[in-house]
């Protein structure tokens, strides 16, 4: 086991920046903290769950997937190589299950090339994030147990240092990294997971709702009171670690060029299913709602059974940023609630 001094961060990340395009905390102007390239004028230890997963990292909203020019067609592939500092444990589970929807039928090559290699620094929670993190509902943290290259263990002025990889192995070889081998390293690291996994108080009632999907189906005045007050902003899909939904578009360029662009798109949109015929078979917002709640507890589960309790992770992002409170939290409350 090793350890890391938080002062030599900036450092240690300087000199992997010769091998990775660096992803890490980075606190905005703005007061937000997000996940962009590593600046050291803008990096920061002292940061919470951020508003974004990393999800653009390996998902950009909007990105040119391959061009024609005179006829020429030519992919556009990502190139280079990632490496995300300070995740969440939450997010890698919600990577884990990204690369799941992005190989299930076919091998997405752009969503390859972006993860392919990419090295994963978790930084993990010791205590919740804020009221609504209830990863431990979901078996997603509040540290990696597998996945991960380096994990990180805030210990005041220093990290406990996890490796879980080769390339972890090389990483952490600098000066840097100093041995930490006293007897009780072992002991002290499972005591802090201890008190970590037993800090997430919040314990919602996923189970009993999934198997009212499973079951009767929830009430259909559940999804007519939550269709009644959603505003279709689309942030809880945006927000969300787990949310694979994407639209292309061509753009053309002159008469014989033009590209094919891959964005980000929601469920939750009246556009996303209607058919060219103009019907729509989720013609209603209770009826959009009910599909990707049902996705995310009932269906993911079934098709893609990944050891994941389902398509949700628990990080508490969609409960966070609904501005009318129609999280998966208040969701799985009204099913249990309205259905027995
Ligand atoms: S559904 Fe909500 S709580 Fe679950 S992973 Fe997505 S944003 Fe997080
Ligand atoms: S964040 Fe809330 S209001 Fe916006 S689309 Fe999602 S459920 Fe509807």
Same mark, same amino acid.
């Given at each position: 086991?090793?350890?890391?001094?938080? $002062?030599?961060?900036?450092?240690?990340?300087?000199?992997?920046?010769?091998?990775?395009?660096?992803?890490?905390?980075?606190?905005?102007?703005?007061?937000?903290? +997000?996940?962009?390239?590593?600046?050291?004028?803008?990096?920061?230890?002292?940061?919470?769950?951020?508003?974004?997963?990393? $999800?653009?990292?390996?998902?950009?909203?909007?990105?040119? &997937?391959? =061009?024609?020019?005179?006829?020429?067609?030519?992919?556009?592939?990502?190139?280079?190589?990632?490496?995300?500092?300070?995740?969440?444990?939450?997010?890698?589970?919600?990577?884990?299950?990204?690369?799941?929807?992005?190989?299930?039928?076919?091998?997405? &090559?752009?969503?390859?090339?972006?993860?392919?290699?990419?090295?994963?620094?978790?930084?993990?929670?010791?205590?919740?994030?804020?009221?609504?993190?209830?990863?431990?509902?979901?078996?997603?943290?509040?540290?990696?147990?597998?996945?991960?290259?380096?994990?990180?263990?805030?210990?005041?002025? =220093?990290?406990?240092?996890?490796?879980?990889?080769?390339?972890?192995?090389?990483?952490?070889?600098?000066?840097?990294?100093?041995?930490?081998?006293?007897?009780?390293?072992?002991?002290?690291?499972?005591?802090?997971?201890?008190?970590?996994?037993?800090?997430?108080?919040?314990?919602?009632? +996923?189970?009993?709702?999934?198997?009212?999907?499973?079951?009767?189906? =929830? $009430?259909?005045?559940?999804?007519?009171?939550?269709?009644?007050?959603?505003?279709?902003?689309?942030?809880?899909?945006?927000?969300?670690?787990?949310?694979?939904?994407?639209?292309?578009?061509?753009? +053309?360029?002159?008469?014989?060029?033009?590209?094919?662009?891959?964005?980000?798109?929601?469920?939750?949109?009246?556009?996303?299913?209607?058919?060219?015929?103009?019907?729509?078979?989720?013609?209603?917002?209770?009826?959009?709602?009910?599909?990707?709640?049902?996705?995310?507890?009932?269906?993911?589960?079934?098709?893609?059974?990944?050891?994941?309790?389902?398509?949700?992770?628990?990080?508490?992002?969609?409960?966070?940023?609904?501005?009318?409170?129609?999280?998966?939290?208040?969701?799985? $409350?009204? +099913?249990?609630?309205?259905?027995?």
């Amino acid at each position: 086991m090793k350890l890391l001094a938080k $002062k030599d961060v900036p450092k240690v990340l300087r000199s992997w920046s010769d091998k990775f395009t660096i992803l890490s905390p980075s606190q905005k102007e703005q007061g937000d903290c +997000i996940f962009d390239t590593f600046d050291e004028e803008t990096f920061t230890l002292e940061y919470r769950k951020p508003p974004m997963p990393p $999800k653009s990292s390996f998902l950009p909203q909007s990105e040119v &997937i391959f =061009a024609v020019d005179q006829g020429n067609y030519s992919p556009v592939l990502p190139e280079g190589r990632t490496l995300l500092f300070g995740i969440r444990a939450c997010d890698l589970s919600g990577i884990r299950q990204l690369k799941s929807f992005y190989s299930r039928d076919r091998d997405d &090559i752009y969503f390859r090339g972006h993860t392919k290699d990419t090295v994963i620094v978790v930084n993990a929670c010791l205590w919740p994030q804020n009221e609504t993190c209830f990863c431990t509902t979901m078996h997603s943290g509040p540290y990696a147990e597998e996945d991960y290259d380096i994990q990180l263990f805030d210990m005041g002025n =220093a990290f406990f240092v996890e490796v879980g990889s080769d390339i972890g192995k090389e990483l952490t070889s600098s000066k840097a990294f100093t041995a930490f081998d006293q007897t009780d390293a072992g002991e002290r690291i499972a005591r802090l997971k201890h008190m970590a996994y037993n800090s997430i108080s919040l314990v919602p009632e +996923i189970a009993d709702a999934m198997d009212i999907l499973k079951g009767t189906g =929830a $009430k259909d005045s559940v999804w007519d009171h939550f269709g009644r007050k959603c505003i279709t902003c689309g942030g809880c899909v945006y927000v969300c670690p787990t949310c694979t939904c994407y639209n292309v578009v061509d753009r +053309i360029i002159t008469i014989d060029s033009g590209e094919r662009i891959r964005t980000w798109d929601t469920c939750l949109y009246g556009g996303f299913t209607r058919e060219a015929s103009g019907h729509n078979p989720r013609s209603t917002q209770g009826l959009r709602l009910k599909r990707r709640h049902e996705h995310k507890l009932l269906y993911y589960n079934e098709i893609d059974n990944q050891g994941a309790l389902c398509g949700c992770v628990g990080c508490g992002r969609c409960s966070d940023y609904c501005p009318v409170h129609i999280g998966t939290l208040e969701v799985v $409350k009204a +099913i249990v609630e309205q259905t027995t």
